[in-house]
């Protein structure tokens, strides 16, 4: 028997959400990664996860791209906002009042961030509980608004360009590498939207023969109503590099002259 009733007040932020997106113009890049070095880096520390180092590099290529790092609002008098930082808004898998939802967390100016400091901030928000957490108090507060002012409350806060950044990210980030998810495409309310899969063992070709590496799939979504494909081309092949080059960062203090001798012996 099918039965009908109304959608759980816990999935209202993402109808609201949807609804504010549906002005955007999306355009959809996918590339694959190599992630080597980023697992040498990962088994060598074991203390972060993949979507720490994509945060990571995410923030420094997007602050070398200021047009991508942007805003746009209006459709007659269109009005363009430049973000000073990069503040990256991730999705999260969780549950509220027994629903499985979709919530998002902003981490506020990844382009300085540390590895240390982006994956303490994941922790909090992967174990912290939806229910009581102050950051997520204005998402419950759109739970128990009347039907008639959700649609304008979110466009209350969206609507502020200056505010937007800090309050829904410059960059978003999903992830749905848990699973057997190669890549998925989604416009995740900012003008460039990173989407990541699973890293998988995965056929390579390196100096002319086949070896097998770590490979993620790397999607990128981007509002062409703020930027172009070859921007868009341009950060997607920068945050490839960045991962593919990944060294971890740089050392702190004064070089041990062992360190300094192995180094210049080839």
């Known amino acids: 028997m099918t039965v009908l009733g109304p959608v759980a007040r816990e999935r209202r932020h993402t109808l609201r959400f949807l609804g504010f997106a549906r002005s955007f113009a999306p355009v959809f890049l996918d590339t694959e990664v190599d992630m080597s070095a980023v697992r040498e880096h990962r088994a060598r520390t074991g203390r972060y996860s993949?979507?720490?180092?994509?945060?990571?590099?995410?923030?420094?290529?997007?602050?070398?791209h200021p047009e991508a790092n942007a805003a746009i609002r209006g459709g007659i008098r269109p009005r363009l906002a430049r973000h000073d930082g990069v503040h990256a808004k991730v999705a999260l898998d969780k549950?509220?009042?027994?629903?499985?939802?979709?919530l998002s967390a902003v981490l506020?100016?990844?382009?300085?961030?540390?590895?240390?400091?982006?994956?303490?901030?994941?922790?909090?928000?992967?174990?912290?509980n939806p229910a009581t957490m102050p950051e997520f108090a204005r998402t419950r507060a759109l739970h128990r608004l009347p039907?008639?002012?959700g649609p304008l409350a979110f466009g209350l806060v969206a609507r502020s360009l200056r505010a937007r950044g800090r309050t829904m990210g410059t960059v978003a980030v999903s992830s749905l590498g848990h699973a057997a998810v190669d890549g998925f495409h989604s416009a995740g309310g900012t003008t460039v939207t990173l989407g990541v899969g699973r890293v998988a063992e995965r056929p390579v070709v390196r100096d002319g023969r086949v070896a097998v590496a770590p490979v993620m799939?790397?999607?990128?979504?981007?509002?062409?109503?703020?930027?172009?494909?070859?921007?868009a081309a341009d950060v997607l092949?920068?945050?490839?590099?960045?991962l593919e080059g990944f060294a971890g960062p740089p050392a702190t203090g004064p070089v041990p002259a062992s360190a300094v001798a192995e180094g210049s012996a080839g």
């Open 50 to 64: 993949w979507i720490t180092y994509v945060l990571h590099e995410a923030g420094r290529v997007l602050a070398e």
């Open 95 to 102: 549950r509220l009042a027994g629903h499985r939802v979709v």
């Open 147 to 149: 039907w008639p002012f």
């Open 217 to 231: 799939r790397l999607n990128l979504a981007f509002d062409h109503r703020v930027i172009d494909g070859a921007e």
């Open 108 to 128: 506020p100016d990844v382009h300085t961030a540390g590895l240390d400091e982006i994956q303490r901030q994941l922790e909090h928000y992967r174990d912290g």
């Open 237 to 242: 092949t920068a945050l490839r590099d960045r």
